[in-house]
């Protein structure tokens, strides 16, 4: 299966850019996605196929990457951005999720 | 209006089956993909299985031996089972839909919170 691996958590300021990372244990092409869940709440999907942005979703959330490495881009960093960020990969069967990266608001 | 709706049982004791319904509304299963992923309290996303719009299943291999997804067009519905559950399987179980082409998880459902507790 692909491995997808992410840093558990970061901490910003509000105004600030923060750059989430995915890394895939094998290429995905560019068959990467991001989701926000908050808590209490269900994912929701902010970037599809690495760089799209979902509709509905502010512009100050952007992606990139292609192959194995990935980022998703938060600039700038609202309070109401508080959330896990997760990233899934759906080239290789299975589909695989990313353990996420939990960011916190200083 | 697409929408996705887990039900089931909240509370499931140890070696026992859980059954779980996710109903559609908005689109055809014919059309459309569901995936069932589940998140145990605290932690992140796993992906269970899947049931393909023509009709054919994948699993998870670590959960195949116990999973098992079907569905009813007629009623719009998606059926989750799986057996032999341990206090591991404590989790928020969602239904998702997968857009295609592009593969991602365009709308998911509430999920439904399943203790596994004797």
Redesign the interface.
């Known amino acids: 299966?692909t491995v997808l691996t992410q840093s558990p958590a970061l901490a910003v300021s509000p105004g600030e850019r923060v750059s989430i990372s995915c890394r895939a244990s094998e290429g995905v092409n560019s068959?990467m996605?991001w989701?926000q869940q908050k808590p209490g709440q269900?994912?929701?999907?902010l970037i599809?196929?690495a760089s799209n942005l979902?509709s509905g979703v502010p512009a100050r959330f952007s992606g990139s990457g292609s192959g194995t490495d990935f980022t998703l881009t938060i600039d700038p960093v609202e309070a109401d951005d508080t959330a896990t960020y997760?990233c899934?990969q759906?080239w290789n069967?299975?589909?695989?999720?990313?353990?996420?990266t939990k960011l916190e608001l200083k | 209006e697409v929408q996705l709706k887990e039900s089931g049982p909240g509370l499931v004791q140890p070696s026992q089956t859980l059954s779980l319904t996710c109903t559609v509304s908005g689109f055809s299963l014919t059309d459309y993909s569901v995936h069932w992923v589940r998140q145990p309290p605290g932690k992140g996303l796993e992906w269970m299985g899947v049931m393909w719009s023509g009709g054919s299943t994948a699993y998870n291999s670590a959960l195949k031996s116990r999973l098992s997804i079907s569905r009813d067009t007629s009623k719009s519905q998606v059926f989750l089972k799986m057996n032999s559950l341990q206090t591991e399987d404590t989790a928020i179980y969602y239904c998702t839909r997968e857009y295609i082409p592009t593969d991602y998880f365009d709308y998911w459902g509430q999920g439904v919170m399943v203790t596994v507790s004797s």
């Open positions: 299966d068959y996605h989701y269900q994912p929701k999907l599809y196929k979902a997760f899934q759906s069967d299975p589909r695989t999720f990313g353990g996420g």
